[in-house]
């Protein structure tokens, strides 16, 4: 830690200022209560004021050395002990020197210091307790400041860390099967299997993306997730029929990407998997009060039991939202009659910096 | 080629393109007639009550019936040849039952491996009813939990869905499976589903009884050092030692 008073202007002014007023209120303290001469009390009062703060100021570097190094208390009040005793020597020492030195041999303050030296060494033991006590506090001040800055600093890695880890989860079978659709196309129809690879490799890219800004505006995410969804078009075929309807006014707002695919992961998952009929995968998105509502909504067939699944795809969604905006985001699910819906509510101007 | 020397094959494969290739590579193979496809695992399941190939390309993820589901029903005993994209739970499966797997996407030298190598046994009268049952049963866990288990009557395929369960029986060979609409028997191992259901939904309360949580009533003793298990309905079953420990853990009476 760097030296508390030396560091900074201000502070340093108002520690001096401190001392004038001590070395003022010893000056006319000894005009009251003695009768040696008002200039004597003010050299005498400006003298030891002046020298004390300098030795204070020094003080701080043994006192940062002790605090790091970590000794038992019983060395530290011995060291504190030492240091107070060369302290205070010095400072008497330096303070009658100057004092007789400025004033010529004063006989009168001669016998003043004697007999006030029992007082001045108790005053300067109390001063010296004060600077130390202060410097710890301030020891102890800067490291929860620091131990805070550290934890905040963690909280934020861990976050990211875990919007990373939630983002990028492109389901490996996803991949997997449309290689292998590829595959198959490069045989019937070389044409549409180049498509195909410039459409996965583009969506991969955005996918797979590592760059600082997570979020992107909506036309952005659903021009990515129309290469999924075309790619998956080329794997169902005509059994995935999809519908838009996008405000135009939405196509502006910022959503974290990749938030869409594994909603639509999610409907072709629950509605083509499970059934072998034609399955209509709507998206809607309107702008309501300083909020986007976006909803994908999908057929499926009531009586169909899922024949196992963790739930990840949504679950990652509504972590992410958290994560982002707190609870000024939502993920709200419902089914009714053979449609299950995904509604999603987004905040428009929100700080997403995380 | 003479054709009742032929090798009948059905591919049951959701995904139109995967079809196509299997179709493209099958083209070589003189000796291997296609005699159906099947988008479904259902369709899958009737095509071969009705067609009985030799040889069948089965595909794990498809609608209405899992390949897994679908080889837990199956009567027959046709050549299986899996494909699948990636589906860790199958391929240890496979792995530890040496069955044949095609990983999409694949090359050809290896789908004819695979081919050749289930032509030989189709030859030498190989019987795959083994391997099917140890796959079916497998004491390994799977990638998710249960949430259906799937019952064939005749033709017709039906689902339990894993809450209506109330418990399972150990039956020899077999596993009897008590559920709120009635009751159905299946051929498989309380290993199985033990460590297949929801964990935090069933206790393992006997060496013959696996109980879901939520149905069983009240628990009171029995006679010294055992315990008796009160389903909702009334229904008493016993308790062992060491069930009583788990039970004790789960939940509070």
Redesign the interface.
Known sequence: MIHPFLSKRNRLLVYWLIWLIIGLGQSLLITFSSDISVSASFSDGFFSAVIFAIIAVALWFPVNQFNTSRNSLLIAILNHLIMAIIALGIWVFLTKFLVLTFLQDNVAYKSFWENSIYYRLGAGAFMYAVVILTYYLMISIDNIAEKNIREAKLENMLKETELMMLRSQINPHFLFNSLNSISSLTISDAERAREMVIKLSDFMRYALSRKDDRTVILQTELENLRLYLDIEKIRFGERLVLEENVQDECLVVRVPNMILQPLYENAIKHGVYESADVVNIKLSAIRVNGAINISISNDFDPESIPPGGTGTGLNNVRRRLELYYGNRAWLKTTKEDSVFTAELYIPEQADIKI | MNEKDQITALIIE?????R??IK?YLGKHESVKIVGEC??GY?GLMSIKDLNPDLIFLDI????L?GF?LLEVLEEKPEIIFTT???EYAIKAFDMNAVDYL????SEKRFDDAVEKAITRIKTGADPSGYIRKLTAGGFE?S?????IVVRKGNAIS?I?VKNIRYMQAEDDYVMIYHVNGKALKLQTMKYYESNLPVNEFIRIHRSYLVSIEHIGRVEPYGKDTYIAIMKDGERLPVSRSGYKKLKERISF
């Not at chain 2, 959701?14 to 995967?18: C, G, M, T």
């Not at chain 2, 993820?61 to 209405?64: A, E, G, V």
Request: aromatic share 10%.
């Open positions: 959701d995904e139109e393109p995967a196509s290739i493209h988008a479904d369709c993820q498809m609608p209405k899992t589901e994209a990636f589906d990983l999409k996407p694949f799977r998710a939990p249960l949430n259906r689902f869905p």
